[in-house]
């Protein structure tokens, strides 16, 4: 049985949903696909760091910079070679290291054989450099070419290259772009289309947090490989879309940290900022750390929380950046301390090791108070919106939708007023990482009560468990347009569940 993005075979019965991996548990919605090559040791190479993006040229507001989308081939397990489709050729691509309020201006040409689109998740951005997903940006000699995307048309179409404007007028924070072109995303980003976007401002820069070597990115995905080293993949060969028994979602037996599997890191004994990042399709993960040490969140997608929060463990849904302070020195030098993912089975419960090596001199400190955050009392008389995030059926469609619709790029679910507050409600069958462009969000309920325990702070991309409703409010600011909400379970997102808005 094959299913296509429009095209699902129908599922009949609640006995056939746990057999597709629809069973409400609080694991994964996904299935495991193994590789065919053995797996190697872990902790046996070193962490590697993205390199920093620089600009082309700048100005007195802007920053000029060119990426080349291109294949290259990696040495991602030992001894084999990985082609990947990556921004500058690298996996994950380079970082952005912005200011806030300085635009960046990026120019992307596309030197692949497949079609892009680049989003910016959680930027404040333009409608034009937002990421709709048929804003392709064609090979060039491939201009007119829309196959695979089901006869849609009518985004706007380049070819070879295109410059994205992103004004960074918004909080320091976290951000990543990766790839959204249409009924592709998954196998997109699976091979590699995707990297960091850091801004910065004076208030985190006034913050003796640990900064230089101590501020460490860890990007987070899951593959699998081929016998020959090449991304293992369960795509359809005919169209968009994954073999049948993957349409819950795709997760690897590889766990790969900025590129490399299960990799290593010396520290000091000292305190260490990371930035997390659950770049997988589909694996939520939840981190935990051998003897004492905690993870201290100061900050989620939007940037710094008011005050830290200390987890023991930490929940992290495809798509959300956790920022958190660990302190090494509670542990003699010569230790190793693995970083550990309990909703993992078998190698996947193992993500990275690090190994305290030295003694240090530690300046840095996490102060109760981090920012002028602060939650927001909901404000009487607000709009309210419902999104249903299920499998279901709509005319020849069968399969995951908003609403009981698939994603139509002609139809705005909704028309929201900019600068005016609303409530919407993300109500669940399964777990569905609900994310929203343009805007963050705060978390105001979930389940009826308090947000949980991983919800603070300004959220684009919100965690939302089987049968579960979660409430937030949201405001649109500045920009008019067009954009999505939608599943960022990349296999549900290609199979259409996806909706449209427009900011007036």
Known sequence: MKLSRRGFLGVAGAATLAGCGLDPSPGQTAELLTSAVPLPEPFQVPLPIPPVKRPVRSDAKTDYYRVVQRKASLEILPGLKTEVLGYDGLLPGPTFDVRSGRTSVVEQVNQLDVPTVVHLHGGHTPASSDGWPLDLLMPDGQHHDHAGHHGMTGGDVKTGSRSYTFPNTQRAATLWYHDHRMDYTAPQVYRGLFGLHLIRDAEEDALPLPAGDREVPLVLADRSFNEDGSFRYPALKDGPGVESRYMEGVIGDVQLVNGAPWPVLEVDAARYRFRILNAANARRY???????????????????????????????????????????????????????????????????????????????????????????????????????????????????????????????????????????????????????????????????????????????????????????????????????????????????????????
């Open 286 to 504: 939840e981190l935990a750390l051998d003897g004492p040490a905690r993870f201290v969140q100061i900050g989620s997608d939007g940037g710094l929380l008011g005050a830290p929060v200390e987890h023991e463990t930490l929940v992290v849904a495809p798509a959300e950046r956790f920022d958190v302070v660990v302190d090494f020195s509670q542990y003699t030098v010569g230790t190793q301390v693995t970083l550990t993912n309990k909703l993992g089975t078998g190698r996947a419960t193992q993500v990275m090791r690090f190994v305290v090596a030295r003694k240090a001199v530690d300046d840095s400190n996490v102060p109760a108070k981090l920012s002028s955050y602060a939650a927001l009392p909901e404000p009487a008389g607000l709009v309210r919106r419902k999104w249903r995030f299920r499998r279901g059926q709509a005319g020849e469609h069968r399969g995951w939708t908003i609403n009981g619709k698939p994603f139509d790029p002609e139809v705005m679910q909704a028309t929201v007023k900019l600068d005016q507050y609303e409530l919407w409600s993300f109500v669940t069958d399964v777990h569905h990482p609900v994310h929203v462009h343009l805007a963050p969000f705060q978390v105001l309920r979930r389940g009826g009560g308090p947000p949980g325990p991983y919800d603070a702070g300004w959220k684009d991309t919100v965690d939302v468990r089987p049968a579960e409703v979660v409430d937030v409010l949201v405001r649109f600011t500045t920009h008019k347009g067009k954009y999505l909400i939608h599943c960022h379970n990349l296999e549900h997102e290609d199979m259409a569940m996806m909706a449209a808005f427009a900011t007036v």
